[in-house]
C-alpha cells in the first residue's frame, strides 16, 4: 500500500513523515497560515505580471473569435469554439502567483515541488524564469536539495501535508497557489475525519491533486470510476474477497485499510476535474448502498456527501456537450497529455463517435496529411488524412490548463493546412 509520504525520499523525511502520532493537519494548516513564511495570495505585483501573462498566454484571434459567437469560417474551414474553455479562474491565479514569486524574490533560488498545472508551454516558461522543478528518482521526490531560505512553491494541485510539513520545518518560504477549489475539498475530507468516516475520493490515486487530498485524511480509497465504485458498493452489501479487493486498491488507500472495517461510515470526496456526472452518480451511488446496508433513518450516521465539483470543470464539460450537439466533421482537443480534465473533453467527443483528436500544442499538426496526438488509453500516434476535402465544420476546446495562445496557433494551422490541401 502506498501513502502520500512515500512522495519523500527517505533520507529527506524531516519529523514531519516520521511522527509516529498521526498528524493534525487542520492544526499544521492553521498555523501555516500564521507563518511569516507562507504566501497564499498575490505580492502586489500584479499589474505587472498580468502584463506578462497576457504577452505570453493570451490571443486577439480568441477574442474576436468570442466577440462573433465562437464561430469563424475562412475559406472551407468553420471553427466552431466551445463557449467555455481553457484557462479556468484557478490556473490563472496559480500562474500569476508563480510570476508574482519571482518578481517578489528576484535572487533565491525557487523550486516548485510538481509541474504547476499540467500544460507543457506554462512550465517551460517557468523553467524560463528560473524556477527549479524537483525531481523524482526511482519514484520518490529528492527534497534533499532544498535549503532553508530557499522559496518553494505549491503547485494548483496543492501538496501533501507531509511535502508541507517537511518545507516548512526547513525554513523555506512556501509560496502556495493551491486553487481555493481544491482546498474546499481538502475541508471535506478533513470534515469525514472529525467523524472518523472514511474519505472515498473519486479521482486517479497518482494525481497530484489526489495525492494531496488523501495525506488530509486518516483513511481513504480511491476510486477512479463507476466499476471501481460499484465493485466497493457490493462489498458493502455483501461482502467478498479481501485479498481480491486489498489488491484492486493496493496503491489506491491508506495503510493499514480494512474494507471489513472501513466501509461502516464514508464520505465522498472528488479530484476536482473528474467527469461531473460520474463525480454525481458516484456519490449517490454510495448514499444508496448506505441506505440500503442500515436503513434510510440510519443513513446521517453513515453516510456525508458535499458538493465539490468545481465550477470550471462544470462549465468546460457542459460547453462541450452543446458543442457535440452541433453536426461537425471533426474535434481538435487541446492541453496537456496528462491533464485530467481535458482528457474528459476528449472522452465526451468520443462518446458521440466525432472523429477527434486530443493534442497537447499545435506542433503535434504536422501538415495536412499526418497530425501526432494521443488517443483516450494509448500512447502519442501519428494519424494521416486527418483533415477532410471540401468544407468542413471543426470543433475546437481546450483544457482548464491550456492558453488560448495554443488554441489560436492550431486554428491557424488547421487554415493553412486545409488551403495547402486545396491546392
Ligand atoms: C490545477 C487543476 C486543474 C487545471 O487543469 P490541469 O490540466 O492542470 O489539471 P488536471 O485536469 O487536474 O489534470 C486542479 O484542479
Ligand atoms: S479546474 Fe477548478 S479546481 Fe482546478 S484549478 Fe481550475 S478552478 Fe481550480
Known amino acids: 500500500m502506498e501513502t502520500p509520504v512515500t512522495d519523500l525520499a527517505p533520507e529527506t523525511q524531516d519529523s514531519a ?5 498521526p498528524l ?19 505580492f502586489g505585483h500584479g499589474e505587472a505580471v498580468a502584463e506578462t501573462m497576457a504577452t505570453s498566454y493570451q490571443s486577439g484571434l480568441i477574442q474576436e473569435l468570442r466577440a462573433n459567437g465562437n464561430v469563424l469560417t475562412r475559406g472551407d474551414v468553420t471553427i466552431r469554439l466551445a463557449q467555455a474553455f481553457g484557462f479556468c479562474w484557478g490556473v490563472e491565479r496559480a500562474v500569476a502567483m508563480a510570476y508574482e514569486a519571482r518578481k517578489q524574490f528576484p535572487t533565491e533560488r525557487i523550486w516548485i515541488t510538481n509541474e504547476i498545472i499540467h500544460n507543457p508551454s506554462v512550465n517551460d516558461h517557468l523553467r524560463q524564469m528560473g524556477v527549479l522543478f524537483i525531481e523524482v528518482n526511482h519514484g520518490q521526490k529528492d527534497f ?8 518553494v512553491i505549491l503547485p494548483a494541485f496543492g501538496a501533501s501535508v507531509q511535502e508541507m510539513q517537511l518545507l516548512n520545518d526547513r525554513g523555506c518560504i512556501i509560496v502556495d497557489t493551491t486553487c481555493p477549489w481544491v482546498a474546499k475539498v481538502w475541508n471535506s475530507v478533513e470534515k469525514h475525519k472529525k ?3 472514511t474519505s ?9 491533486e489526489t495525492i494531496a487530498t488523501s495525506s488530509f485524511a486518516n483513511k481513504y480509497l480511491v476510486v ?16 467478498g474477497d479481501k485479498t481480491e479487493f486489498l489488491a484492486k486498491f493496493a496503491k489506491a488507500c491508506s495503510q493499514g485499510f480494512d474494507p471489513d472495517r472501513d466501509l461502516d461510515r464514508v464520505g465522498v470526496a472528488n479530484q476536482t476535474t473528474m467527469l461531473k456526472s460520474e463525480t454525481e452518480a458516484i456519490g449517490k451511488l454510495f448514499e ?33 456537450f452543446e458543442l457535440v450537439d452541433a453536426p461537425m466533421d471533426l474535434m481538435i482537443v487541446i492541453g496537456g497529455f496528462n491533464s485530467s480534465n481535458t482528457t474528459h473533453l476528449q472522452e465526451i467527443a468520443i462518446e458521440r463517435n466525432i472523429p477527434s483528436y486530443h493534442i497537447d500544442s499545435a506542433d503535434r499538426i504536422l501538415d495536412e496529411r499526418a497530425i501526432e496526438h494521443k488517443p483516450l488509453h494509448g500512447d502519442i500516434e501519428r494519424a494521416e488524412n486527418w483533415l477532410p476535402a471540401g468544407p468542413i465544420t471543426v470543433g ?9 495562445k495554443a488554441v489560436e496557433e492550431t486554428i491557424e494551422r488547421i487554415f493553412a493546412c486545409k488551403e495547402r490541401l486545396a491546392q
Open 195 to 197: 467523524s472518523d468516516y
Open 24 to 42: 493534525d493537519t487542520k492544526a499544521f494548516r492553521r498555523s501555516l497560515n500564521h507563518s511569516d513564511n507562507y504566501f497564499r495570495r498575490g
Open 144 to 151: 534533499s536539495v532544498v535549503e532553508r531560505g530557499d522559496v
Open 288 to 320: 444508496r448502498t448506505m441506505m440500503q446496508r442500515f436503513g434510510p433513518d440510519k443513513l446521517n450516521d453513515h453516510f456525508m456527501s458535499f458538493n465539490t465539483i468545481c465550477d470550471a470543470t462544470q462549465e468546460r464539460q457542459d460547453a462541450m
Open 396 to 404: 475546437i476546446t481546450s483544457g482548464a490548463s491550456t492558453p488560448d
Open 17 to 21: 513523515a516520521q511522527t509516529a502520532a
Open 224 to 239: 477512479l470510476n463507476m466499476e471501481q465504485a460499484e465493485y466497493v458498493s457490493n462489498y458493502i452489501l455483501h461482502g
Open 200 to 208: 472515498i475520493v473519486h479521482g486517479k490515486y497518482n494525481h497530484e
